[in-house]
């Protein structure tokens, strides 16, 4: 049964950081490029980073440039997002993604985390 699951998420002020984790089991994850996507209230889910199975290929969204760091462990099956000078508008549920890399036939997301930036 493949699983994703997010933790890490909480309410936090502008300037701070969270780091999100997404544990995997199931899938062969070395195989995998994984991602971290969000979605605001009433807007559409949108990339925040990427990164390919050895890591060495990451790209962000232009937003989160700077301030936000994708990374893994591929002993550990899992992907991190460390998130750090946070701002309102990052408010939004993030969701992890796997996508198998060179055949991009196999797909899942996990199930989300909450993300709160507020004074």
């Known amino acids: 049964q493949v699983q994703l699951v997010e933790s890490g998420g909480g309410l936090v002020q502008p300037g701070g950081s969270l780091r999100l984790s997404c544990a995997a089991s199931g899938f062969r994850f070395r195989e995998y490029a994984m991602g971290w996507y969000r979605q605001a209230p009433g807007k559409e889910r949108q990339l925040v980073a990427q990164?390919?199975?050895?890591?060495?290929?990451?790209n962000y969204a232009d937003d989160v440039k700077g301030r936000f760091t994708i990374s893994r462990d591929n002993d550990k099956n899992t992907v991190y997002l460390q998130m750090n000078s946070l701002k309102l508008e990052d408010t939004a549920v993030y969701y992890c993604n796997a996508i198998r890399q060179w055949t991009r036939d196999s797909e899942y997301w996990g199930q989300g985390t909450q993300v709160t930036v507020s004074s």
């Open positions: 990164m390919t199975t050895n890591g060495r290929t990451i």
